[in-house]
């Protein structure tokens, strides 16, 4: 409860903090508006800022979730064959170096103006994290255990679902977690290149326009969602509590 | 070789019951693991980090036979229990047990390690069950025997907690209690106390003698613990360093049951324990 009231204190003081600095310091509200006018212009857009931010959470979801399926999948294949530990790695080393941000314009150019080019460029961002993360996990399961397993005569499906998953869980909800609002900045960076809904696209709009008011209240939208995302997956990853427990 | 039931009877201070095999040290004559003419080379021949763990290592355990074996470190002996339990194979010779070679694990043996292997995030109850589950025992057979075996192992109010929330000792006994519900024939032992503190070890020793001693179980460990080696075993087998080979073979014809207090102020045990040290070269 004390922690509670400190939180909300501090960022009741952030927030007098822009609003009076603002106005002391004559900033032009075109460079930086006060935050009263943020909300004030949030609100007057209301409908507008509820449909982007449905939009683009929509992109972020869909893109974690394939992101997640697609990541688990290839760092699954890469620990179970050899072949395709020595094939893929060096593959998803290599695309995880290029600058992802360089293929969006390309993505507008392959899956149009719509949702699909917003989400692949949501599982662009999101998918390295969480193949690397997977392949660290499985391939990071104590060489003790593993012998342990093998001389109880373990199935090798058996040793997976005991064993190797949930040894791999801590490693992969880390990656999750880097994954989250690299998600947010997929879909955000799609919807910036080229779109016609989001909140990307809504910056883009507000700025253009001279609204910076509005700008900001799309980008207070942005941050929310993404924390919000964030939470949510930190509180799944409470469940692998036994990072770094040894016994 | 059905040991369930007397095993599970073996509980604390259940002295009264009368041993199965009241006349251990001179048992059946049937070998129950045999090696003849081991070796083991690590690295490939010729490379400059090659070298031999184990030349010529030949021994007979017999079943029901409480056999030790003590080396230096780096002597291979840790390498040799693994080749028991099939997890390394052998460069030379072949090791039998019962009287199939053995190329693979097999459900005749249990292998108790120096870390208890628990996983972290299964209840201590789950984790014993673990290794049964994973053999295929069925989940009825399991249930059957589960109580009486934490009971025997002290662990009955322990079931549901984790293992980090147990102390080493408990999580040892923990280890042991997987291994013995699959109630193999032979258990193999590599240090299984070595990280513990010298008090747990003494008590552990007293328990793990008592369970075998109401079992058919024929035991076979490795230990840096001359001491420990002289109070369970009715045989130690001495290693030399490497290329580990055994050098000496030594009965330990002291009276069974064993309790600590009379064990150790026996005169016996004591030269057993310096002839031992001796063949190590301690002094």
Redesign the interface.
Known sequence: MKRLVETVLFWIVVGLIWEFGVRWSGTPDYVLPALSQVFEAGWQMRAQLLSDTLATAWEVLAGFALALAGGLLIGLLASMSSIARRTLYPLVTALQSMPKIALAPLLIVWFGYGFASKLAAAVLFAFFPIVIATMGGLAGVPR??D?????????PA?TFW??RL?AALPSLVDGLKIATPLAVIGAIVGEFIGSEAGLGHLIVFATSNAQTSLSFAAILMVTVLAMLFYWAVDLVSRGVW?RG??? | MAHANILLSALPGSEAITPVHPTKCDATPRAMISAEKVGKRFGSRGSADAFCALKDVSMQIRQSEFVSILGPSGCGKSTLLRMVAGLVPCDDGRILVGREPVVAPVPEIGVVFQTSNLLPWLTVGANIRLGAKMRKMPRAQIDARLPGLLDTLGLTQFADRYPHELSGGMRQRAAIGQILLLEPNVMLMDEPFGALDALTRDRLNVELLRIWQHSTLTVLLVTHSIHEAVFLSDRVLVMSERPGRVLHDVQIDLPRPRQPDEIKSDPRYGEYVSDLSRMMGVF
Do not use: M, Q
């Open positions: 003790n255990l012998e342990h397993f093998r001389a109880l005569g373990a199935s058996k005991y064993l949930p036994w427990v040894t016994v």
